[in-house]
């Protein structure tokens, strides 16, 4: 008969047999025996000297009662397997005796409990990188009542008139929206209308800027734009041009 | 030429900065953006509730501020970031306000400013600066839609935080 005493360590979910180091029992003592589950050798006090190998088996006529009992220890003792070294105590052996002495838990190397490696990271806080990108020409305009230079109502009218001239509509049809200064002129610059504001495009840097007007077609809900000539800027440009 | 500066912060979580430097007709003169910054998990446990406020002024901020330095001042949109920039320049909050006001006005440190016909913006600085520097601001406001370019602006550093190869 063997015994043998199971521990399950639940938390890893892993069966062990162990043998009991040392006990300190009067009756019992262990069988030193590598390659099997360790089995308990009893030392029975009527027959002084006289050893009985549990695992050959009793005779019918041994006086010796033996309860098998695979689970001799308490349960409690699983939750040793996380410590390497285990003080079990009051265990009940099979025997029906109780174990008031104490017996020293030993797990195996695989249980040994290892702490988990642990390395210093300091925290280097976040770090970035400027980049630029290529951006669109673009601006939006918004209408101004006046313009800083005198415009005369005569100018507007002539505007009007173009406008009429080119889109063929009629004067009344036509609302005068407000000034925009500054407007970008070049071949390249798309305009564009958001409401009253105006959205001016291009893919190049445009080098003139004049000033324009804005009118709105009530009947076909259209937008129309017209540059004011400026005497001043157009001499400018007139002596750059001559030199 | 005026900067305007800003932290976007996208769905997923990526953080970039970018300053959009504008002339004086209004056109787009730079754009210069962060890398987008995808705090790590530790970091965000780290810095908690200030990790936006660590890393547009810290990170972002400090690197715009180098790089601004055309722009003579910074524009923003939300007033905590008001307080991210640190930089000599003048920084100021710019939102549209439902004020109308036939002409801006200013008191050295808050003024109005008149956007066409029916618009207007608050202007707030980080501390008093000159009637110049305000008339300067209300001058351009006249060419252009200065509050515009904000939207530009964060769009450009949304498609930055989307971009794989930005």
Known sequence: ?243 | MLGYFSVYKSGDEKYSGGVLIINEKGMPVSFKYTSPIKPTKIQKIIYGNNLKSYIASEIIGKKISEIAKDAEVLLVQENETLDFLSTDKPVAQLVSSKALSESSSFNGKEGIITLGQNYSAKISFSYEVSQELFKKISDLAEIFDILEPFGRLNEALSFVCSSEDS
């Open chain 1, 1 to 243: 008969m063997l015994f043998r005493r199971q521990l399950t360590v639940k938390e890893i979910d892993l069966e062990v047999y162990s043998r009991l180091n040392t006990l300190k029992f009067d009756n019992i003592s262990f069988a030193d025996i590598r390659d099997v589950s360790p089995f308990f050798v009893f030392i029975d006090r009527s027959e002084e000297l006289s050893i009985n190998l549990i695992d050959a088996g009793f005779e019918d006529d041994e006086s010796a009662t033996v309860i098998a009992q695979t689970d001799i220890f308490s349960s409690d003792i699983n939750e040793g397997c996380t410590f390497d070294d285990t003080t079990v105590k009051n265990a009940v052996l099979g025997v029906q005796s109780r174990v008031k002495h104490e017996e020293s838990l030993r797990c195996p190397d695989i249980l040994v409990h290892v702490g988990p490696e642990v390395s210093i990271n300091s925290f280097s806080g976040i770090r970035t990188v400027i980049k630029e990108k290529k951006v669109k020409c673009f601006v939006v305009k918004n209408p101004v009542k006046e313009l800083k230079i005198s415009i005369e109502k005569k100018q507007i009218l002539q505007m009007i008139e173009v406008i009429v001239k080119e889109h063929n509509v009629l004067i009344s049809d036509l609302a005068f929206s407000g000034f925009y200064p500054q407007v970008p002129v070049a071949r390249d610059v798309r305009y564009s209308w958001a409401g009253k504001k105006l959205y001016c495009e291009s893919d190049s840097m445009p080098k003139v800027y004049m000033n324009a007007a804005g009118f709105y077609n009530s009947r076909r809900n259209e937008r129309y734009l017209k540059f004011i000539r400026d005497p001043v800027t157009e001499e400018k440009s007139g002596k750059r041009n001559q030199s």
